[in-house]
Protein backbone atom coordinates (compact mmCIF):
# COMPACT_ATOMS: atom_id res chain seq x y z
CA UNK A 1 0.00 0.00 0.00
CA UNK A 2 2.82 2.04 0.25
CA UNK A 3 3.60 1.87 -3.17
CA UNK A 4 0.03 2.99 -4.24
CA UNK A 5 0.81 6.01 -2.12
CA UNK A 6 3.87 6.54 -4.46
CA UNK A 7 1.98 6.36 -7.48
CA UNK A 8 -0.80 8.58 -6.18
CA UNK A 9 2.12 10.86 -5.37
CA UNK A 10 3.71 11.02 -8.97
CA UNK A 11 0.40 11.49 -10.55
CA UNK A 12 -1.32 14.06 -8.37
CA UNK A 13 0.29 16.53 -9.10
CA UNK A 14 -1.60 16.42 -12.81
CA UNK A 15 -5.33 17.62 -13.21
CA UNK A 16 -7.21 14.79 -14.78
CA UNK A 17 -8.91 15.15 -18.20
CA UNK A 18 -9.91 12.40 -20.67
CA UNK A 19 -8.19 9.94 -19.08
CA UNK A 20 -4.91 11.61 -19.15
CA UNK A 21 -2.72 12.92 -16.93
CA UNK A 22 -2.50 16.61 -17.87
CA UNK A 23 -0.96 20.44 -17.01
CA UNK A 24 -2.46 23.19 -17.83
CA UNK A 25 -2.44 24.87 -21.08
CA UNK A 26 -0.30 28.03 -19.75
CA UNK A 27 1.90 25.42 -18.48
CA UNK A 28 1.04 27.57 -14.67
CA UNK A 29 1.00 25.71 -11.10
CA UNK A 30 -0.56 27.16 -7.95
CA UNK A 31 0.91 26.03 -4.73
CA UNK A 32 -1.52 23.75 -1.96
CA UNK A 33 -1.01 25.04 1.63
CA UNK A 34 -1.02 22.75 4.93
CA UNK A 35 -2.81 25.26 6.95
CA UNK A 36 -1.27 23.91 10.00
CA UNK A 37 1.97 25.91 9.32
CA UNK A 38 1.26 27.43 6.14
CA UNK A 39 3.73 25.11 4.27
CA UNK A 40 3.34 24.28 0.52
CA UNK A 41 2.80 20.56 0.19
CA UNK A 42 2.83 20.44 -3.31
CA UNK A 43 2.13 22.59 -6.75
CA UNK A 44 -0.61 21.50 -9.05
CA UNK A 45 -1.79 22.36 -12.33
CA UNK A 46 -3.83 25.87 -12.40
CA UNK A 47 -6.53 25.34 -15.18
CA UNK A 48 -8.06 27.93 -17.25
CA UNK A 49 -11.45 28.53 -18.98
CA UNK A 50 -9.59 26.51 -22.31
CA UNK A 51 -8.50 24.14 -20.05
CA UNK A 52 -12.31 23.70 -18.77
CA UNK A 53 -13.78 23.76 -21.99
CA UNK A 54 -11.63 20.86 -23.64
CA UNK A 55 -12.49 18.76 -20.36
CA UNK A 56 -16.36 20.05 -20.82
CA UNK A 57 -15.66 18.96 -24.57
CA UNK A 58 -14.16 15.05 -23.00
CA UNK A 59 -16.98 14.56 -21.11
CA UNK A 60 -19.85 15.24 -23.27
CA UNK A 61 -17.94 12.80 -25.76
CA UNK A 62 -17.88 10.16 -23.23
CA UNK A 63 -21.74 10.69 -22.29
CA UNK A 64 -22.33 9.47 -25.85
CA UNK A 65 -21.75 5.82 -24.86
CA UNK A 66 -21.61 6.07 -21.27
CA UNK A 67 -25.20 7.11 -21.55
CA UNK A 68 -26.25 3.89 -23.10
CA UNK A 69 -24.39 1.35 -20.66
CA UNK A 70 -26.13 -0.90 -18.43
CA UNK A 71 -27.26 -0.12 -15.25
CA UNK A 72 -25.24 -3.13 -13.37
CA UNK A 73 -22.09 -1.71 -15.48
CA UNK A 74 -22.35 1.22 -13.56
CA UNK A 75 -23.45 -0.09 -10.65
CA UNK A 76 -20.54 -2.74 -10.88
CA UNK A 77 -17.72 0.64 -11.31
CA UNK A 78 -19.03 2.35 -8.91
CA UNK A 79 -18.86 -0.92 -6.78
CA UNK A 80 -14.79 -1.27 -7.78
CA UNK A 81 -14.56 2.69 -6.86
CA UNK A 82 -15.83 1.99 -3.41
CA UNK A 83 -13.79 -1.33 -3.00
CA UNK A 84 -10.47 0.96 -3.89
CA UNK A 85 -11.59 4.11 -1.48
CA UNK A 86 -11.59 1.01 1.51
CA UNK A 87 -8.57 -0.09 0.38
CA UNK A 88 -6.51 2.89 0.05
CA UNK A 89 -8.69 4.96 3.24
CA UNK A 90 -5.35 5.27 5.07
CA UNK A 91 -3.50 7.05 2.41
CA UNK A 92 -6.28 9.48 1.61
CA UNK A 93 -7.14 10.21 5.22
CA UNK A 94 -3.22 11.32 5.38
CA UNK A 95 -3.47 13.07 2.19
CA UNK A 96 -6.77 15.11 3.37
CA UNK A 97 -5.43 15.82 7.08
CA UNK A 98 -2.37 17.39 5.29
CA UNK A 99 -4.25 19.95 2.74
CA UNK A 100 -7.49 20.63 5.09
CA UNK A 101 -5.64 20.24 8.54
CA UNK A 102 -8.05 18.39 10.24
CA UNK A 103 -7.32 15.67 12.73
CA UNK A 104 -6.68 11.85 10.80
CA UNK A 105 -9.44 10.79 13.19
CA UNK A 106 -11.89 13.34 11.14
CA UNK A 107 -10.25 12.44 8.24
CA UNK A 108 -11.07 8.80 8.46
CA UNK A 109 -14.12 9.41 9.55
CA UNK A 110 -14.87 11.80 6.61
CA UNK A 111 -13.59 9.05 4.10
CA UNK A 112 -15.90 6.46 5.68
CA UNK A 113 -18.57 8.75 5.24
CA UNK A 114 -17.68 9.47 1.88
CA UNK A 115 -16.77 5.94 0.37
CA UNK A 116 -20.32 5.60 1.50
CA UNK A 117 -22.07 7.28 -1.27
CA UNK A 118 -20.55 5.35 -3.41
CA UNK A 119 -21.57 2.53 -2.58
CA UNK A 120 -24.67 3.55 -1.74
CA UNK A 121 -25.14 4.72 -5.63
CA UNK A 122 -23.93 1.84 -6.65
CA UNK A 123 -26.86 -0.25 -5.06
CA UNK A 124 -29.21 2.45 -5.98
CA UNK A 125 -27.97 2.95 -10.15
CA UNK A 126 -30.05 -0.49 -10.15
CA UNK A 127 -33.28 0.51 -9.44
CA UNK A 128 -33.57 3.92 -11.34
CA UNK A 129 -36.60 2.70 -13.19
CA UNK A 130 -39.19 4.38 -14.88
CA UNK A 131 -43.39 4.05 -14.74
CA UNK A 132 -46.35 3.25 -16.89
CA UNK A 133 -49.51 5.55 -16.47
CA UNK A 134 -52.75 4.85 -16.47
CA UNK A 135 -54.24 6.02 -20.44
CA UNK A 136 -56.84 8.32 -19.52
CA UNK A 137 -57.84 7.72 -23.39
CA UNK A 138 -58.54 3.65 -25.09
CA UNK A 139 -55.77 2.15 -27.01
CA UNK A 140 -53.17 4.28 -25.22
CA UNK A 141 -50.08 3.47 -22.97
CA UNK A 142 -48.54 6.07 -21.41
CA UNK A 143 -44.85 5.68 -20.32
CA UNK A 144 -42.18 8.12 -17.75
CA UNK A 145 -38.71 7.12 -19.09
CA UNK A 146 -35.54 8.09 -16.83
CA UNK A 147 -32.84 8.94 -19.05
CA UNK A 148 -29.16 11.16 -17.36
CA UNK A 149 -29.51 14.64 -17.89
CA UNK A 150 -25.94 14.76 -19.67
CA UNK A 151 -22.68 16.59 -18.47
CA UNK A 152 -22.39 17.45 -14.97
CA UNK A 153 -20.45 20.14 -13.85
CA UNK A 154 -19.28 19.97 -9.67
CA UNK A 155 -17.52 22.78 -7.82
CA UNK A 156 -17.03 21.69 -4.38
CA UNK A 157 -15.58 22.95 -1.03
CA UNK A 158 -12.79 22.14 1.04
CA UNK A 159 -14.12 21.12 4.16
CA UNK A 160 -14.77 17.57 2.98
CA UNK A 161 -12.70 17.35 0.23
CA UNK A 162 -14.11 13.74 -0.20
CA UNK A 163 -17.38 13.70 0.39
CA UNK A 164 -18.68 16.38 -1.44
CA UNK A 165 -17.15 15.67 -4.46
CA UNK A 166 -18.44 11.36 -3.72
CA UNK A 167 -22.07 12.13 -2.88
CA UNK A 168 -22.96 13.99 -6.15
CA UNK A 169 -20.19 12.18 -8.62
CA UNK A 170 -22.21 8.84 -6.91
CA UNK A 171 -25.38 9.98 -7.97
CA UNK A 172 -24.54 11.66 -11.34
CA UNK A 173 -22.39 8.82 -13.03
CA UNK A 174 -25.25 6.37 -11.32
CA UNK A 175 -27.88 8.04 -13.32
CA UNK A 176 -25.40 7.75 -16.46
CA UNK A 177 -24.21 11.19 -16.68
CA UNK A 178 -20.36 12.07 -16.81
CA UNK A 179 -18.62 15.01 -15.31
CA UNK A 180 -16.39 17.42 -14.62
CA UNK A 181 -15.20 18.28 -11.07
CA UNK A 182 -13.30 21.69 -10.10
CA UNK A 183 -12.45 20.95 -6.31
CA UNK A 184 -11.86 23.53 -4.23
CA UNK A 185 -8.23 25.52 -4.86
CA UNK A 186 -7.47 24.71 -1.25
CA UNK A 187 -7.72 21.12 -1.22
CA UNK A 188 -7.19 19.94 -4.63
CA UNK A 189 -5.21 17.20 -3.87
CA UNK A 190 -7.84 14.50 -2.39
CA UNK A 191 -10.01 15.31 -5.74
CA UNK A 192 -6.92 13.92 -7.58
CA UNK A 193 -6.20 10.95 -5.23
CA UNK A 194 -10.25 9.78 -6.19
CA UNK A 195 -9.48 10.45 -10.12
CA UNK A 196 -6.57 8.47 -9.56
CA UNK A 197 -8.92 5.70 -7.56
CA UNK A 198 -11.47 6.06 -10.59
CA UNK A 199 -9.00 5.42 -13.40
CA UNK A 200 -8.06 2.31 -11.82
CA UNK A 201 -11.56 1.20 -11.70
CA UNK A 202 -12.16 1.28 -15.04
CA UNK A 203 -14.02 4.37 -15.63
CA UNK A 204 -13.76 5.09 -19.82
CA UNK A 205 -11.81 8.02 -20.54
CA UNK A 206 -13.81 11.66 -19.85
CA UNK A 207 -16.35 9.74 -17.91
CA UNK A 208 -14.67 11.32 -14.40
CA UNK A 209 -12.59 14.93 -14.71
CA UNK A 210 -10.89 16.74 -12.52
CA UNK A 211 -9.73 20.40 -12.96
CA UNK A 212 -7.54 21.92 -9.98
CA UNK A 213 -7.89 25.92 -10.70
CA UNK A 214 -6.30 28.71 -8.48
CA UNK A 215 -8.57 31.11 -7.02
CA UNK A 216 -7.38 33.52 -9.14
CA UNK A 217 -9.07 31.30 -11.73
CA UNK A 218 -11.91 30.04 -10.04
CA UNK A 219 -14.49 32.51 -11.27
CA UNK A 220 -13.19 32.37 -15.09
CA UNK A 221 -13.53 28.35 -15.06
CA UNK A 222 -17.06 28.76 -13.33
CA UNK A 223 -18.36 31.17 -15.85
CA UNK A 224 -17.31 28.02 -18.36
CA UNK A 225 -18.58 25.69 -16.43
CA UNK A 226 -22.01 28.08 -15.85
CA UNK A 227 -22.19 29.02 -19.76
CA UNK A 228 -21.03 26.30 -21.84
CA UNK A 229 -23.77 24.67 -23.40
CA UNK A 230 -22.95 21.35 -22.87
CA UNK A 231 -22.75 20.92 -19.18
CA UNK A 232 -26.81 20.33 -18.62
CA UNK A 233 -26.87 20.56 -14.30
CA UNK A 234 -23.84 22.25 -12.15
CA UNK A 235 -24.05 21.00 -8.46
CA UNK A 236 -22.63 23.05 -6.24
CA UNK A 237 -21.68 23.25 -2.22
CA UNK A 238 -20.16 25.89 -0.69
CA UNK A 239 -21.33 29.63 0.43
CA UNK A 240 -24.37 31.08 -0.42
CA UNK A 241 -22.69 34.12 -1.77
CA UNK A 242 -21.30 32.02 -4.58
CA UNK A 243 -24.49 29.90 -4.83
CA UNK A 244 -26.51 32.75 -6.14
CA UNK A 245 -23.82 34.15 -8.89
CA UNK A 246 -23.89 30.71 -10.27
CA UNK A 247 -27.66 30.37 -10.17
CA UNK A 248 -27.25 33.64 -11.70
CA UNK A 249 -25.17 32.60 -14.57
CA UNK A 250 -26.66 29.18 -15.25
CA UNK A 251 -29.88 31.13 -16.27
CA UNK A 252 -28.37 31.62 -20.11
CA UNK A 253 -28.46 27.90 -20.50
CA UNK A 254 -31.23 27.33 -18.32
CA UNK A 255 -28.70 24.21 -16.74
CA UNK A 256 -30.67 22.08 -14.12
CA UNK A 257 -28.94 23.23 -10.84
CA UNK A 258 -28.44 21.76 -7.03
CA UNK A 259 -27.24 23.93 -4.55
CA UNK A 260 -25.65 23.05 -0.96
CA UNK A 261 -25.42 26.69 0.62
CA UNK A 262 -24.80 27.88 3.96
CA UNK A 263 -26.47 27.28 6.88
CA UNK A 264 -27.46 28.45 10.21
CA UNK A 265 -28.35 25.66 12.29
CA UNK A 266 -30.16 26.57 15.83
CA UNK A 267 -29.31 23.85 18.48
CA UNK A 268 -32.31 24.06 20.90
CA UNK A 269 -32.22 22.69 24.86
CA UNK A 270 -35.43 22.60 26.44
CA UNK A 271 -35.94 22.14 30.12
CA UNK A 272 -36.82 18.32 29.68
CA UNK A 273 -33.92 17.69 27.51
CA UNK A 274 -31.16 15.32 28.97
CA UNK A 275 -28.51 17.25 29.39
CA UNK A 276 -25.50 15.67 29.03
CA UNK A 277 -26.63 13.99 25.66
CA UNK A 278 -27.50 17.49 24.73
CA UNK A 279 -23.85 18.90 25.91
CA UNK A 280 -22.09 15.66 23.88
CA UNK A 281 -23.75 16.12 20.78
CA UNK A 282 -23.49 20.26 21.48
CA UNK A 283 -19.90 18.95 21.41
CA UNK A 284 -19.49 16.71 18.13
CA UNK A 285 -22.12 19.23 15.98
CA UNK A 286 -19.88 22.60 16.96
CA UNK A 287 -16.60 21.81 16.61
CA UNK A 288 -16.74 18.91 13.94
CA UNK A 289 -14.05 20.00 11.62
CA UNK A 290 -13.55 22.95 13.72
CA UNK A 291 -16.49 24.91 13.65
CA UNK A 292 -16.04 24.69 9.68
CA UNK A 293 -19.01 22.71 8.23
CA UNK A 294 -22.30 24.24 7.20
CA UNK A 295 -24.64 21.71 9.49
CA UNK A 296 -22.85 22.80 12.79
CA UNK A 297 -24.75 24.04 15.54
CA UNK A 298 -24.27 28.09 14.91
CA UNK A 299 -27.31 29.31 17.76
CA UNK A 300 -27.61 28.05 20.73
CA UNK A 301 -30.58 28.03 22.81
CA UNK A 302 -31.30 27.22 26.12
CA UNK A 303 -33.78 26.80 28.36
CA UNK A 304 -32.98 29.29 31.32
CA UNK A 305 -33.81 26.55 33.81
CA UNK A 306 -31.25 24.65 32.79
CA UNK A 307 -29.16 27.26 31.44
CA UNK A 308 -26.20 27.10 33.85
CA UNK A 309 -26.10 23.51 33.99
CA UNK A 310 -25.82 22.95 30.23
CA UNK A 311 -22.80 25.96 30.12
CA UNK A 312 -21.10 24.59 32.91
CA UNK A 313 -21.11 21.16 31.33
CA UNK A 314 -20.15 22.27 27.73
CA UNK A 315 -17.17 24.23 29.43
CA UNK A 316 -15.92 21.09 31.39
CA UNK A 317 -16.42 18.93 28.12
CA UNK A 318 -14.33 21.42 25.83
CA UNK A 319 -12.11 21.45 28.37
CA UNK A 320 -11.46 17.18 28.36
CA UNK A 321 -12.15 16.59 24.76
CA UNK A 322 -10.48 18.97 22.34
CA UNK A 323 -6.89 18.92 21.76
CA UNK A 324 -6.02 21.37 18.74
CA UNK A 325 -2.54 21.05 17.18
CA UNK A 326 -1.27 19.27 14.35
CA UNK A 327 -3.91 16.89 13.01
CA UNK A 328 -1.31 14.46 11.68
CA UNK A 329 -0.20 13.65 15.39
CA UNK A 330 -1.61 11.27 17.99
CA UNK A 331 -4.00 12.60 20.33
CA UNK A 332 -4.97 15.54 18.34
CA UNK A 333 -8.74 16.36 18.16
CA UNK A 334 -8.98 19.22 16.08
CA UNK A 335 -7.04 21.28 13.29
CA UNK A 336 -6.44 24.80 12.57
CA UNK A 337 -8.81 27.45 10.41
CA UNK A 338 -8.31 26.50 6.53
CA UNK A 339 -6.75 29.85 5.82
CA UNK A 340 -6.76 33.19 7.36
CA UNK A 341 -9.25 35.17 5.87
CA UNK A 342 -11.35 32.18 7.89
CA UNK A 343 -9.53 33.01 10.61
CA UNK A 344 -9.60 36.94 10.57
CA UNK A 345 -13.63 36.48 10.03
CA UNK A 346 -13.67 34.52 13.08
CA UNK A 347 -11.45 37.15 15.06
CA UNK A 348 -13.20 39.83 13.86
CA UNK A 349 -16.56 38.33 15.04
CA UNK A 350 -15.66 37.33 18.39
CA UNK A 351 -13.48 40.73 19.40
CA UNK A 352 -16.39 42.69 18.41
CA UNK A 353 -18.39 40.57 20.80
CA UNK A 354 -16.21 41.41 23.07
CA UNK A 355 -15.87 44.63 22.78
CA UNK A 356 -19.73 45.31 23.00
CA UNK A 357 -19.94 43.79 26.07
CA UNK A 358 -19.99 40.05 25.51
CA UNK A 359 -19.24 37.11 27.97
CA UNK A 360 -16.33 35.16 27.24
CA UNK A 361 -15.96 31.76 28.83
CA UNK A 362 -13.29 30.38 27.34
CA UNK A 363 -11.07 31.01 24.43
CA UNK A 364 -11.56 34.53 22.76
CA UNK A 365 -8.06 34.55 21.44
CA UNK A 366 -5.90 32.88 18.53
CA UNK A 367 -3.69 30.19 20.22
CA UNK A 368 -0.33 31.32 18.06
CA UNK A 369 1.87 29.13 19.77
CA UNK A 370 0.32 26.14 17.87
CA UNK A 371 0.49 27.64 14.63
CA UNK A 372 -0.44 30.64 12.51
CA UNK A 373 -4.28 29.66 12.04
CA UNK A 374 -5.43 28.11 15.09
CA UNK A 375 -8.07 29.37 16.94
CA UNK A 376 -8.72 28.50 21.00
CA UNK A 377 -12.27 26.81 21.36
CA UNK A 378 -14.43 29.15 22.50
CA UNK A 379 -17.81 30.06 24.39
CA UNK A 380 -19.56 33.09 24.56
CA UNK A 381 -22.81 34.49 26.25
CA UNK A 382 -25.16 37.74 26.57
CA UNK A 383 -24.50 38.01 23.01
CA UNK A 384 -27.07 41.32 21.82
CA UNK A 385 -28.28 41.98 17.92
CA UNK A 386 -25.96 44.97 17.89
CA UNK A 387 -22.91 42.58 17.68
CA UNK A 388 -21.79 41.17 14.25
CA UNK A 389 -21.73 37.50 15.74
CA UNK A 390 -25.16 37.51 16.29
CA UNK A 391 -27.34 35.46 13.78
CA UNK A 392 -23.82 35.00 11.57
CA UNK A 393 -22.66 31.84 10.50
CA UNK A 394 -19.55 31.61 12.38
CA UNK A 395 -17.68 29.00 10.67
CA UNK A 396 -15.22 28.33 13.28
CA UNK A 397 -14.90 26.95 16.82
CA UNK A 398 -16.71 29.57 18.46
CA UNK A 399 -20.43 28.88 20.11
CA UNK A 400 -22.63 31.76 21.47
CA UNK A 401 -25.10 30.77 23.38
CA UNK A 402 -28.85 32.07 24.04
CA UNK A 403 -31.35 32.18 26.92
CA UNK A 404 -34.44 31.84 26.25
CA UNK A 405 -37.94 30.88 28.30
CA UNK A 406 -40.68 30.05 25.98
CA UNK A 407 -40.88 27.54 22.90
CA UNK A 408 -42.68 29.55 20.31
CA UNK A 409 -40.13 32.89 21.07
CA UNK A 410 -37.48 30.41 20.51
CA UNK A 411 -38.68 28.64 17.13
CA UNK A 412 -39.79 32.76 16.21
CA UNK A 413 -35.72 33.28 17.02
CA UNK A 414 -34.54 29.98 15.36
CA UNK A 415 -36.25 31.26 12.34
CA UNK A 416 -35.54 34.67 11.93
CA UNK A 417 -32.62 33.67 9.51
CA UNK A 418 -32.70 33.36 5.58
CA UNK A 419 -31.22 30.17 5.75
CA UNK A 420 -32.33 27.07 6.51
CA UNK A 421 -30.21 24.11 6.72
CA UNK A 422 -29.73 21.56 9.99
CA UNK A 423 -31.48 22.36 12.69
CA UNK A 424 -31.46 20.50 16.46
CA UNK A 425 -33.07 20.31 19.53
CA UNK A 426 -33.20 17.79 22.84
CA UNK A 427 -36.66 17.22 24.05
CA UNK A 428 -38.14 14.48 25.83
CA UNK A 429 -41.53 16.00 25.68
CA UNK A 430 -43.05 13.85 22.53
CA UNK A 431 -45.70 16.49 21.51
CA UNK A 432 -43.14 19.18 22.14
CA UNK A 433 -40.49 16.77 19.72
CA UNK A 434 -43.43 16.65 16.97
CA UNK A 435 -44.45 20.19 17.08
CA UNK A 436 -41.05 21.72 17.11
CA UNK A 437 -39.75 19.52 14.10
CA UNK A 438 -43.12 20.66 12.13
CA UNK A 439 -42.27 24.25 12.91
CA UNK A 440 -38.27 24.24 12.54
CA UNK A 441 -37.51 26.08 8.90
CA UNK A 442 -34.64 23.97 7.78
CA UNK A 443 -34.13 21.09 5.64
CA UNK A 444 -32.55 18.40 8.20
CA UNK A 445 -33.37 17.73 11.75
CA UNK A 446 -31.38 16.57 14.80
CA UNK A 447 -33.84 15.50 18.08
CA UNK A 448 -31.10 14.26 20.93
CA UNK A 449 -28.49 13.91 18.11
CA UNK A 450 -26.06 16.34 17.11
CA UNK A 451 -24.60 14.24 14.16
CA UNK A 452 -26.95 12.89 11.74
CA UNK A 453 -25.91 13.00 7.85
CA UNK A 454 -25.27 9.48 6.09
CA UNK A 455 -25.75 8.37 2.48
CA UNK A 456 -29.50 6.95 3.07
CA UNK A 457 -30.62 10.63 4.32
CA UNK A 458 -31.61 13.70 1.99
CA UNK A 459 -29.32 16.31 2.53
CA UNK A 460 -30.58 19.59 1.70
CA UNK A 461 -31.71 23.03 2.78
CA UNK A 462 -34.88 25.12 3.01
CA UNK A 463 -35.07 29.32 1.94
CA UNK A 464 -31.44 30.56 1.04
CA UNK A 465 -29.83 27.19 1.90
CA UNK A 466 -29.95 25.76 -1.48
CA UNK A 467 -32.11 23.58 -3.96
CA UNK A 468 -32.40 19.77 -4.02
CA UNK A 469 -31.26 16.80 -2.23
CA UNK A 470 -28.13 14.88 -2.10
CA UNK A 471 -28.13 11.43 -0.63
CA UNK A 472 -30.83 9.15 -0.61
CA UNK A 473 -32.69 7.85 -3.43
CA UNK A 474 -33.58 11.06 -4.23
CA UNK A 475 -30.47 12.31 -5.00
CA UNK A 476 -30.43 10.61 -8.12
CA UNK A 477 -33.50 12.33 -9.24
CA UNK A 478 -30.58 15.90 -9.47
CA UNK A 479 -29.22 13.81 -12.65
CA UNK A 480 -32.44 12.57 -14.33
CA UNK A 481 -34.78 14.01 -16.94
CA UNK A 482 -37.93 12.22 -17.37
CA UNK A 483 -39.40 11.63 -20.65
CA UNK A 484 -43.03 10.57 -21.19
CA UNK A 485 -43.71 8.75 -24.09
CA UNK A 486 -47.35 8.26 -25.72
CA UNK A 487 -47.95 5.65 -27.66
CA UNK A 488 -51.22 5.78 -29.42
CA UNK A 489 -53.35 3.11 -31.06
CA UNK A 490 -51.94 0.10 -29.69
P1 LIG B 1 -16.23 28.55 1.17
O1 LIG B 1 -16.82 29.64 2.01
O2 LIG B 1 -16.59 27.18 1.56
O3 LIG B 1 -14.79 28.74 0.82
P2 LIG B 1 -16.93 29.27 -1.50
O4 LIG B 1 -18.34 29.35 -1.93
O5 LIG B 1 -16.10 30.50 -1.51
O6 LIG B 1 -17.06 28.61 -0.10
O7 LIG B 1 -16.14 28.17 -2.31
C1 LIG B 1 -16.65 26.93 -2.65
C2 LIG B 1 -16.18 26.59 -4.05
O8 LIG B 1 -16.61 27.59 -4.96
C3 LIG B 1 -14.67 26.49 -4.23
O9 LIG B 1 -14.39 25.43 -5.12
C4 LIG B 1 -14.32 27.82 -4.88
O10 LIG B 1 -13.17 27.77 -5.69
C5 LIG B 1 -15.53 28.03 -5.74
N1 LIG B 1 -15.80 29.42 -6.13
C6 LIG B 1 -15.62 30.56 -5.40
N2 LIG B 1 -16.03 31.63 -6.09
C7 LIG B 1 -16.48 31.19 -7.30
C8 LIG B 1 -17.05 31.80 -8.47
N3 LIG B 1 -17.25 33.12 -8.53
N4 LIG B 1 -17.38 31.00 -9.50
C9 LIG B 1 -17.21 29.68 -9.43
N5 LIG B 1 -16.69 29.04 -8.38
C10 LIG B 1 -16.33 29.78 -7.32
Known amino acids: ???????MSCKKNLAYVDGKWVSAKSGKTFPVINPVDCSTIECVPDMDEAD??????????SFQTFKKTLAKERSDLLRSWFNLMVKHSEELAQIMTKENGKSLDESRAEIRYGNSFIEWFAEEARRINGEILQAPVKNRELFLMKQPVGTAAFITPWNFPHAMITRKAGAALAAGCTCVIKPSEDTPLTALALAHLAEEAGFPPGVINVLTTSVDNSVAVGQELCNNPKVRVLSFTGSTTVGKILYKQCASTMKRLSLEL???APYIVFETADINLAVTGALASKFRNTGQTCISANRFFVHSKVYDEFVCKFMTKIESDIKMGDGSKKGITHGPLIKESQFKIVNNLVNDAKAKGATVHCGGKSLSEVGPLFYAPTVITDVTRDMEIYGKEIFGPVAVIHKFEDEEDVIQRAN?????????????????IFRVARNLEVGMIGVNEGLISCSEAAFGGVKESGIGREGSSHGIDEYIDIKYVCLGNV
Open 262 to 264: GGN
Open 52 to 61: TSLAIDAASR
Open 1 to 7: SSNMFRS
Open 416 to 432: EVPVGLAGYFFSRDISQ
